[in-house]
Nanobody, 123 residues
Framework: QVQVVESGGGLVQAGGSLRLSCAAS????????MGWFRQAPGKEREFVAS????????YYADSVKGRFTISRDNFKKTVYLEMNSLKPEDTAVYSC????????????????WGRGTQVTVSS
């Protein structure tokens, strides 16, 4: 069994920064992609960023490129999302997930999910 827990969300003013963390535990094995998604009220789940096991492959949604940075520590089984220059439209529940199959921008391809952490950006 695999557990995934996010942390680090909160309330921040526009232009501010937050750092999200996502820790996996249990029988994760290796060679999995870790990704971040977000979902705002009334909207569909949206891909944010992903990083391969080696860290050599990263993907970002166009809406966050240049502002968000994903990183990971495989020893700690943890992935981070550094979010800078936050905008009110970044407000959402941010969820982390593990992917063993590919198609890293599609949430349907992810196998294990956390419950999410709320990020609220005030204008």
């Amino acid at each position: 069994q695999v557990q995934v827990v996010e942390s680090g969300g909160g309330l921040v003013q526009a232009g501010g920064s937050l750092r999200l963390s996502c820790a996996a535990s249990g029988r994760t094995f290796s060679n999995y992609v870790m990704g971040w998604f977000r979902q705002a009220p009334g909207k569909e789940r949206e891909f944010v960023a992903s990083m391969s096991w080696s860290g050599r492959s990263t993907y970002y949604a166009d809406s966050v490129k240049g502002r968000f940075t994903i990183s990971r520590d495989n020893f700690k089984k943890t992935v981070y999302l550094e979010m800078n220059s936050l905008k009110p439209e970044d407000t959402a529940v941010y969820s982390c997930a593990l992917n063993y199959h590919g198609d890293y921008t599609n949430w349907l391809s992810y196998d294990y999910w956390g419950r999410g952490t709320q990020v609220t950006v005030s204008s």
